[in-house]
């Protein structure tokens, strides 16, 4: 077959892929966030210079509690826990995929070595000994393109595995995070009940003193021993809780249950508002670029674009070059006797496949605008998750002033109460209604702090902060391993 009948294949072949070719978009499709956020942070915003030389969300928040053990806890559980670990072997793969994808551009050798004796089983018994080496090389020259799209959606899709990686690690420290307030909130409801057990005991003691003198009935009696029963039920109930709530912690850290520090175990929230880190929201634009899964989801999204335009790419003819050189002897010493090269060139023409023509880039394109769709949704689920978390942060602030002063008013009516029935004036039911008021405040007052605690970690988290941090050290060690 001579040379111009090979080019005239290849002339129809670039003729009907031209014609085949659809335009597509070259990046995803804009979208808009608000300019600013509907509910803001209680504290005063710091200024723009202090923000620029030092963002809040470039780096960990949870230190800012100032509870040491909590940052141990978190760092423990990023070595130890196994979704961490996981993620990081899905970095480690995508980047060798990469590697995969980008050899694929260039010529692929192979080699071959063989020897063998053959002996003849009739006549004279003739035997004879052969060798032979050969090397070789393949290469898919890249006319349109494809290889090198493919080795950017394998390079898309590496560097959305390593936003993987670090939401990975912003959701654990988080939950790790949450579970040890959980925790600090469980102690707390016992030290509470604890007091109140205490003076459960003493006002049946009381009473009971008050009966043997015949200033009390007996039925005050039983209403107190009742009421004291009811504390001690409740105690068993945060017993039992707090032991379930170690055991979640020991599971986040990646540890067994008895080998959790009792030091992880906080006895009380903390009561400092100054500790705890300060919110600046910044602008809802800035989610974009701190949210580890959107970054991944738009770095998927620009992979499923590209994969529009290798279904396109696929259908052009491809031309394929190899090479051999090989030789062979009668012995292993002397195969490179008599070498002899071979040079050959393939051009297939997929544009012939009709069906494949029609389905592949309209199944591609349909995966793109639903990738787009996709995003969309998850962006605005993250603006509305941080628009949840700000409005709950002044509600909860609000709200836990408030039950500050509940809980004071109903402390002076049980002293009220307790007063008028030492004095003969009430009865004794109105005094333990009172005491059972003043108990449920305070663990109400419990709740909201715990609340507020869990608030500012699901509005860190909808933010992203802490992203950049782990960004900048984790991914460069995962790339050092492979090195």
Request: glycine share 6%; aromatic share 6%; proline share 6%.
């Amino acid at each position: 077959m001579s040379f111009p009948y090979h080019l005239g294949i290849l002339l129809c072949g670039l003729l009907l892929s031209a014609c085949l070719h659809q335009p597509v978009p070259t990046q995803p499709l804009p979208l808009q966030t608000p300019t600013a956020w509907q509910h803001t942070a209680r504290a005063a915003p710091a200024s723009a210079q202090s923000l620029q030389e030092n963002p809040p969300y470039a780096r960990a928040w949870w230190p800012q509690y100032g509870q040491e053990p909590l940052n141990q806890a978190v760092q423990l559980a990023l070595t130890q826990q196994g979704n961490v670990q996981a993620a990081a072997l899905r970095v480690r793969n995508a980047l060798l995929r990469t590697e995969t994808q980008t050899a694929n551009l260039w010529p692929l050798p192979s080699g071959s070595l063989s020897t063998g004796y053959n002996r003849s089983l009739t006549g004279n018994g003739t035997s004879s000994r052969s060798a032979g080496a050969s090397v070789g090389a393949d290469w898919e020259i890249d006319l349109w393109g494809k290889l090198r799209q493919q080795r950017d959606m394998s390079q898309w899709e590496q560097e959305a595995t390593m936003q993987d990686h670090t939401a990975a690690i912003l959701t654990l420290a988080a939950n790790v995070v949450r579970q040890y307030w959980q925790l600090a909130a469980i102690n707390q409801r016992l030290h509470i009940n604890r007091q109140s057990l205490d003076h459960s005991r003493k006002t049946l003691q009381f009473v009971t003193i008050q009966h043997d003198a015949g200033a009390a009935a007996g039925l005050e009696v039983a209403q107190a021993r009742q009421n004291l029963q009811a504390q001690e039920m409740a105690l068993i109930g945060l017993q039992q809780q707090r032991q379930e709530a170690r055991h979640t912690l020991a599971l986040l850290l990646g540890i067994t249950p008895s080998n959790l520090p009792r030091s992880f175990e906080p006895d009380n929230l903390p009561q400092d508002a100054a500790g705890r880190p300060h919110i600046n929201p910044g602008l809802p634009a800035q989610v974009l670029s701190q949210r580890p899964d959107l970054a991944a989801a738009e770095l998927r999204l620009r992979a499923t674009l590209a994969n529009v335009q290798v279904q396109q790419r696929t259908l052009y003819p491809a031309l394929s070059l190899s090479g051999t050189l090989s030789s062979g002897g009668s012995a292993l010493a002397k195969i490179l006797q008599n070498p002899a090269a071979a040079l050959s060139a393939g051009l297939s023409l997929p544009f012939l496949d009709v069906g494949a023509l029609r389905r592949n880039p309209r199944i591609a394109k349909n995966e793109y605008e639903e990738a787009c769709i996709g995003f969309r949704q998850n962006l605005l689920q993250a603006i509305v998750e941080v628009e949840n978390g700000l409005s709950a942060e002044q509600s909860l602030a609000e709200n836990q002033q408030r039950q500050v002063e509940i809980l004071a008013q109903l402390r002076h009516i049980e002293n009220l109460a307790e007063v008028r029935y030492r004095a003969g004036q009430t009865e004794l039911r109105h005094w333990l209604d009172a005491q059972e008021a003043g108990r449920q405040a305070e663990l109400a007052l419990a709740d909201v702090h715990l609340n507020r605690l869990l608030t500012q970690s699901n509005l860190f988290q909808a933010l992203g902060w802490g992203a950049p941090a782990f960004a900048d050290t984790a991914i460069p060690a995962l790339r050092d391993e492979l090195q």
